[in-house]
């Protein structure tokens, strides 16, 4: 029998990508065939598709929780900001528009098409589809047209799970609060709730629990306690950007500056998981490190935008200065392209068109092109011979002298990226490398340490079991195959 169900919160991050990417492995473990899928979703952090799109990065996550390929139907309308007030859309996999938060509202309905037909697809395909809503389904204001909360579970008859975060504070308010403003039909496809993120003796918790019951009608469904291992887990929004945390004397520093549309920013992952690292991330008005090993420039999606922020910051002095003392820099996508001479966008993909200096590090130019390479990425680094894989996704072409030093050698035969004369500085359009162990440990050693040797995927997988048996042992998941339809 097919089966679909809903996962909607209270907030933003309250714990939805984790709870569906658990419930996707318990229930694979079961022996059903499962597949996610997010309607609409805001994030920078993407992922490529085997069938040459892109999705959030939490979608690929619950794929792989599920043990199937990430698709584009997995979620069929992406939006990636590129300002305070706009985003490009990003429909099954691919870019249509750039448009404003404002008009956005009008295109919704319109895309309530491609959304039904993604999840009609993955019925066919599924025994069970775990549906995880965008935000909060309180969301009054935005409920007009809405294709990611309660429009769709309406317009699908899916039944809902909403979720709340006691860490955060106020968890029955906000359920119960829910309850309060939304519509009473809206309200009549919520089925249950959970309360995510528990600390402490879960028994000081059960009148919460039942107070929520009674003043909602939702059946209690788990009181999930805080998962640890969650940090191991790639995050989809920057709120769950973290640094290492602190480290023994002895690690290796890593800066990376965050710029305001830092993207993919799960390259980070596998460095932080080191523990002779210590991954700094370096927040506004804080300047980059001396004590920096390696400054790596992480990708954007509004590189020149992101390239103004970096020079007022006043990073781009500290990072000439990192350079005259010896340290290395490394540059993914947008980085990479901020290291060069000049970057210049005739098109206006990224706003008004305009040509800028670079930080002049590497000595090539790029110049941003209309098409999207979106594709799987194997080969070797050069000149060690070192094997990597990762995944490619970014407008622009990049040459120049330091370009005829190219930092990877493709599968296909194509080289990528350039290296400095003096060897220092470094750029690549492929994300992904750190989390191959190889490429990992090489880079690692050029920094002067070595890895730990623990695999990152294979960490990941057992993350990934641990929660889903984390989720099983708190959740009722009899009774929620049995609300899914």
């Given at each position: ?6 996962i ?6 309250v714990g ?5 990417a ?17 309607p609409?979703?805001?994030?920078n ?36 900001p ?31 098409h ?14 069970l ?9 309180s ?6 047209g809405d ?7 309406r ?32 309200a ?11 600390r ?48 023994p ?13 830092i993207?993919?920013?799960?390259d ?12 700094v ?22 590189t020149i ?14 990072l ?21 001479r ?8 990224e706003?008004a ?69 003096d ?23 050029r ?39």
């Amino acid at each position: 029998m097919k089966r679909a169900l809903m996962i909607q919160g209270t907030g933003s991050d309250v714990g939805k990508s984790l709870l569906v990417a658990g419930l996707a492995r318990a229930f694979t473990e079961r022996g059903l065939r499962v597949r996610p899928f997010k309607p609409q979703n805001m994030s920078n952090n993407a992922a490529v598709t085997p069938d040459g799109g892109e999705i959030g990065r939490a979608q690929a996550l619950q794929a792989r929780a599920a043990r199937v390929p990430p698709s584009v139907h997995m979620n069929p309308v992406l939006l990636k900001p590129q300002s305070e007030v706009g985003s490009q859309v990003v429909v099954q996999g691919r870019m249509v528009a750039t448009v404003k938060a404002r008009d956005y509202q009008a295109w919704k309905p319109r895309l309530m098409h491609a959304v039904l037909d993604s999840f009609s697809r993955l019925t066919d395909e599924a025994d069970l589809v775990l549906v995880e809503g965008a935000g909060s389904a309180s969301e009054v204001n935005l409920r007009a047209g809405d294709i990611a909360n309660m429009g769709f579970a309406r317009a699908t008859d899916t039944p809902v799970v909403l979720v709340g975060d006691i860490d955060r504070g106020g968890v029955i308010a906000s359920l119960v609060g829910t309850k309060a403003v939304i519509d009473p039909e809206d309200a009549a496809m919520i089925a249950g709730f959970i309360v995510n993120r528990f600390r402490g003796d879960p028994s000081l918790f059960a009148d919460g629990m039942r107070l929520i019951a009674e003043r909602t009608g939702w059946a209690p469904l788990g009181l999930v306690p805080h998962f640890p291992e969650a940090a191991r887990l790639p995050a989809e929004d920057v709120l769950g950007l973290a640094g290492s945390g602190p480290r023994p004397a002895g690690t290796v520093t890593v800066a990376v500056p965050v710029l305001p549309r830092i993207a993919n920013f799960d390259d980070l992952d596998p460095l932080r998981a080191e523990p002779g690292v210590s991954v700094v991330l370096v927040r506004p008005g804080t300047p980059i490190p001396a004590e920096a090993a390696l400054v790596l420039l992480p990708g954007s999606k509004t590189t020149i935008d992101d390239l103004d922020a970096f020079r007022a910051e006043g990073w781009d002095i500290d990072l000439r200065a990192h350079v005259r003392r010896g340290g290395r820099v490394l540059g993914l996508c947008g980085g990479f392209q901020m290291l060069g001479r000049s970057l210049a966008d005739p098109h206006g993909i990224e706003g008004a068109p305009r040509t800028v200096p670079g930080l002049g590090l590497l000595d090539v130019e790029t110049v941003m092109t209309p098409d999207k390479r979106l594709a799987a990425a194997t080969g070797t680094s050069l000149p060690d011979a070192v094997p990597f894989t990762g995944y490619e996704m970014h407008i622009g072409a990049t040459h120049g002298p330091d370009a005829a030093r190219p930092l990877l050698r493709l599968a296909d035969g194509r080289v990528d990226g350039a290296v400095s004369a003096d060897g220092l500085v470094a750029g690549t359009y492929v994300h992904g490398l750190f989390a191959h162990d190889a490429q990992r440990a090489a880079w690692l050693t050029r920094l002067g340490t070595v890895s730990a040797g623990a695999g990152y995927e294979a960490g990941v997988e057992a993350a990934l079991d641990g929660l889903a048996r984390h989720i099983a042992a708190h959740v009722d998941c009899d009774r929620l195959l049995a609300l899914a339809r």
